[in-house]
């Protein structure tokens, strides 16, 4: 079946800095969505991408649609120790039912105060 | 009660239990989904209902057995579990279908001994 590489698995940073991570997939999604996971908690909906090519941004947050449908990144700026958490990307592929979605396996971020 | 709750937040049960898990949603959805959510793997899907109507099922063994009495309300029935089903079990909603913006629970934290 369709698969989403997740990449970094994990990110050790200083308060601060930056983060980038992203999905990658040899097939093509029609939809991207990015989750954050806290401990103990369920995934909560960051940011929803339709369009190949679509920049959108939520505060700190921007995530971006690759142009080729099978990519997609999501930056987190100046980072806080409440960006702590694991981040999901999902994806809809258009093979698959309207409510099916693909999730990466995560990328842990863990922040240095 | 916002969003989307479940019950309970952890259980722990025998090989030879029954219990159930439950999910309400407060967003007004129309369709409701359990995933499991394993360590170190990426979420799977399990059942997706629309309307109270069952339009999924994702080769789940059957010794879960999903409820949906009404759009509002989700049920995981458990039976003669196996250690390994252990895992996060989450519940989510969302709009219908075509919308692939799906909204989580808290999960339950499954333990099977």
């Known amino acids: 079946g369709q698969q989403l590489n997740q990449s970094p698995q994990s990110m050790f940073i200083q308060e601060g800095e930056d983060v980038s991570m992203n999905c990658t997939s040899s097939?093509?999604?029609?939809?991207w969505l990015w989750y954050k996971q806290d401990p103990g908690e369920g995934p909560v909906l960051l940011i929803a991408l339709y369009k190949a090519g679509e920049l959108t941004s939520n505060g700190r947050l921007t995530a971006q649609f690759g142009i080729t449908r099978k990519d997609s990144f999501l930056n987190i700026s100046a980072s806080i120790p409440s960006d702590v958490g694991i981040y999901f990307c999902?994806?809809?592929?258009?093979?698959?039912?309207?409510?099916?979605?693909?999730f990466g396996q995560g990328t842990r971020l863990t922040i240095n105060p | 009660e916002t969003g989307v709750t479940q019950t309970p937040r952890h259980l722990v049960m025998g090989m030879t239990n029954k219990k159930s898990l439950k999910c309400e949603q407060h967003?007004?959805?129309?369709?409701m989904y359990w995933y499991k959510q394993s360590a170190k793997k990426p979420l799977e899907l399990m059942f997706v209902?629309?309307?109270?109507?069952?339009?999924e099922n994702n080769s789940v063994p059957s010794r879960f057995s999903p409820e949906c009495p009404n759009s509002s309300h989700l049920f995981l029935h458990l039976h003669t579990l196996q250690p390994e089903d252990s895992a996060l079990y989450l519940c989510?909603?969302?709009?219908?279908?075509?919308?692939?913006?799906?909204?989580f629970g808290p999960g339950t934290r499954l333990t099977v001994t």
């Open positions: 989510a909603s969302s709009q219908g279908w075509g919308d692939y913006e799906q909204y």
């Open positions: 999902a994806g809809q592929p258009p093979s698959r039912g309207a409510q099916k979605l693909v």
């Open positions: 209902y629309n309307f109270k109507e069952q339009t």
């Open positions: 097939s093509i999604f029609n939809t």
């Open positions: 967003l007004g959805h129309n369709a």
